[in-house]
């Protein structure tokens, strides 16, 4: 409670219904209105695009509710997802001269900048997003203002989603605003896909409810109501096909589609086309979240590069809003980002066989040294307890083979020397090599006594 009066006190914009929460001294600037769903069609689509598009006089509910509306389809909701998860799952560091920054790393690692990078991403998709920013004790924290109640033209807080005047948003601090005041979204553009398949799959399941199942037919005779209370009573016992009752002299007969095989084909040929043209509207592409029958692997991989543009271009516009239309914020809220930027530090995937064959091509054709320490972390293999002694026993042994290899290579050498003409002969050894011969002999030998002793005395 508290808090809410200290948040009060600094110009929040607090939201709710129409009943104040107890305690609650000050109604709530924002009253919200539960969203209008189902029941939509072209025509309610038609009339909120004029609304919003109004030059005089822009209203953008009826448009916002249908756009709560549409993110009721699972296709659409999927695709959404997956543009935004390619940022979210991505790594976003704060850097300093070209380090990263501890403290401020520590902020946006917090679940409110994992929110915060969400609704810069649906900027794309609603046409703006316009959050307030505010600090909790350390951490920092922002609240999402419902865009039914905002004028992005006129820059005004609507009370009430109906108000055509509210508040100007300068009376309140800390605000961000990103995306651009005249942009409706894409939302504008997957809204009528949406609704043409919500309703071809309303008459896809009527087409198999009536073709789909068999029809119980029950005959009774014209003047007999005892037998038409019990062909109702086994009706109603046989489960719940449909049903038709009459008498032997009346007629009945159920006329069906020509083709209901290519009938049915129609719908869902029709709910595969709307598909793919949300696919192609949000992600750029369709083959890597649709099977077809044309699909190969090298069109699959132009398709994922397609995709991936797209994420690159969304990691861009969200740094261009941290590093530019957040600066002075986060400097209020007590964050310093001053000779800083933010970025997307990822490194390059590469799978373990090609990593394995490219530091091998570097040792091998380059002679370039990679560190240990490197290869136990990238591979994620455990460092032993007695590296260093390992290290020292592997050293020593590659020495001693060195060594041996030395003198093998020696020995040949003289080998080869030994023989003038490459016939395998041995040549006569030269006067110097006789005498060295015969000193080596004389010193393998101990001493002769001299003055004609004898070296045993019998």
């Not at 038409?228 to 009945?252: C, I, P, V, W, Y």
């Not at 800083?340 to 370039?368: A, H, M, R, V, Y």
């Amino acid at each position: 409670m508290n808090k809410r009066k200290n948040r009060n006190k600094r110009g929040i914009i607090t939201v709710g219904g129409n009943l104040m929460a107890p305690g609650q001294k000050r109604p709530n600037v924002i009253v919200l209105t539960q969203p209008k769903r189902f029941g939509l069609d072209i025509a309610d689509y038609m009339a909120a695009i004029r609304a919003a598009e109004n030059v005089d006089f822009s209203r953008r509910y009826k448009l916002y509710d249908l756009y709560s509306d549409i993110l009721m389809d699972t296709h659409l909701s999927c695709v959404m997802e997956k543009r935004k998860n390619a940022v979210l799952c991505s790594e976003i560091e704060f850097q300093r001269n070209g380090k990263p920054d501890k403290a401020v790393n520590e902020q946006i690692r917090s679940p409110w900048f994992n929110r915060l990078v969400g609704d810069i991403i649906d900027a794309k998709f609603w046409g703006f997003t316009l959050c307030q920013f505010y600090k909790e004790g350390e951490w920092a924290d922002y609240d999402l203002i419902p865009r039914k109640h905002v004028d992005p033209i006129k820059k005004l807080i609507l009370r009430h989603q109906t108000d055509m005047t509210g508040l100007p948003w300068d009376n309140y601090t800390d605000l961000l605003f990103v995306g651009s005041p005249d942009d409706l979204g894409l939302l504008a553009k997957a809204a009528p896909w949406v609704i043409y398949k919500r309703n071809t799959t309303g008459d896809w399941s009527q087409f198999s409810e009536v073709f789909g199942m068999p029809i119980q037919e029950y005959i009774y005779d014209s003047d007999d109501e005892e037998s038409r209370q019990r062909a109702m009573e086994d009706a109603a016992n046989a489960g719940s096909l449909a049903q038709f009752f009459h008498a032997k002299d009346t007629e009945f007969k159920l006329t069906e589609a020509g083709n209901k095989t290519g009938s049915a084909d129609v719908y869902e040929h029709l709910c595969e086309r709307c598909n793919n043209e949300i696919s192609k509207l949000v992600l750029g592409n369709t083959l890597t979240t649709e099977s077809s029958e044309n699909g190969t692997q090298a069109l699959g991989t132009v398709h994922k590069k397609v995709e991936d543009k797209v994420a690159q271009a969304d990691k861009r516009y969200v740094l261009d809003v941290l590093n530019y239309d957040m600066a002075d914020i986060f400097a209020r809220i007590g964050i310093n980002t001053a000779g800083g930027e933010f970025c997307f530090p990822e490194k390059k995937d590469i799978d373990p066989t090609s990593k394995t064959n490219i530091l091998t091509q570097l040792k091998t054709s380059f002679n370039l040294p990679v560190s240990d320490d490197y290869l136990y972390e990238e591979f994620g293999i455990e460092k032993p307890a007695n590296y260093e002694q390992m290290k020292k026993e592997q050293e020593d042994e590659r020495t001693r083979k060195e060594v041996a290899a030395a003198q093998i290579r020696k020995q040949k050498e003289d080998e080869k020397n030994t023989d003038e003409d490459g016939s395998g002969k041995e040549t006569e050894p030269t006067p110097a090599q006789k005498k060295s011969f015969r000193n080596w002999l004389a010193s393998f030998f101990g001493k002769a006594p001299s003055d004609g002793g004898a070296a045993l005395d019998w």
